[in-house]
C-alpha cells in the first residue's frame, strides 16, 4: 500500500473506526515508513494537545471560581470581626488606656488582613505566587502597623505609661494591653501569606 493511501486511513486509524484488515496494513506500513510514522504522531500530537488546552481551560474556570470563594468567604470572615470589634468598642465607656481597647485589639489587625485581601484582586500586577504572598503578608504588616500608629492618636492612648515600672511590669502591660491585637496581627500575617500562595496558585500563577 502506498503512502498516501496510508495518509488518507490515517483519521480513521486514529479514531479507531477502520476494518481489522486496514488497521493491520497502517500498522505494518508504519513499522516499516519513517515518514508516514511521523505524520500519525504530529496528528496524535495535535489530538492530545487540543484534549490538554481543553481541559486547562476547563481546570482553570473552577479554580477561578474557587479562589473567587476563597477571597470572598475570608473577605466576610474579616468584615465580620471588625463588626465584633466595633461592637465591643461601643460598649466601653471608660477613657484612656481602656478606651476602645477591644476595638483597637480585634479591629486594627482586621482591618490590615482585609486591606491584603482586596490586594489580591491586583494579582495580576506580580509575575509570581511567592512574590505575590510575600507583598500580601507585608501589606497585612504595614496597613496593621499604619492602623496601630493612628488607633494611638484616636483614642489619645499614651504607651509611655507602660514605661513606668520595670522591664517584667512592662512586658506584662504589652502582654494586657495589645496580646490580643498581637497575636491577630501575627495569625493574620501568617494567614495572608499562606492563603495568597494558594490563591494564586487556583489561578495559576508559578
Ligand atoms: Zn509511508
Redesign the pocket.
Known amino acids: 500500500m502506498?503512502?498516501n493511501v496510508?495518509k488518507d486511513l490515517l483519521p480513521l486509524y486514529i479514531d479507531d473506526c477502520c476494518s481489522d484488515e486496514s488497521r493491520a496494513e497502517v500498522e505494518n506500513?508504519i513499522d516499516n515508513?519513517a515518514?508516514?510514522k511521523k505524520v500519525l504522531e504530529n496528528m496524535t500530537g495535535t489530538v492530545t494537545k487540543e484534549e490538554m488546552n481543553f481541559e486547562i481551560k476547563n481546570c482553570s474556570r473552577i479554580n477561578y471560581w474557587k479562589a473567587s470563594t476563597l477571597q470572598s468567604v475570608l473577605l466576610l470572615a474579616s468584615f465580620l470581626l471588625i463588626i465584633v470589634g466595633v461592637y465591643f468598642e461601643a460598649g466601653t465607656d471608660y477613657i484612656d488606656f481602656g478606651n476602645g481597647l477591644a476595638a483597637f485589639n480585634i479591629v486594627v489587625p482586621a482591618t490590615g488582613f482585609m486591606i491584603s485581601l482586596i490586594n489580591w484582586y491586583f494579582i495580576r500586577l506580580y509575575k509570581n505566587k511567592k512574590v505575590f504572598s510575600w507583598c500580601s503578608c507585608a501589606l497585612t504588616l504595614f496597613v496593621t502597623l499604619c492602623a496601630f500608629v493612628w488607633s494611638l492618636f484616636h483614642y489619645e492612648m499614651n504607651p509611655l505609661v507602660l514605661l513606668g515600672g520595670t522591664f517584667v511590669d512592662f512586658f506584662e502591660g504589652i502582654l494586657f494591653s495589645f496580646g490580643i491585637g498581637i497575636f491577630l496581627t501575627a495569625l493574620f500575617a501568617v494567614l495572608s501569606k499562606v492563603l495568597s500562595a494558594f490563591y494564586a496558585k487556583m489561578l495559576g500563577k508559578e
Do not use: D, K, R
Open positions: 502506498n503512502c496510508i506500513h515508513c515518514e508516514c
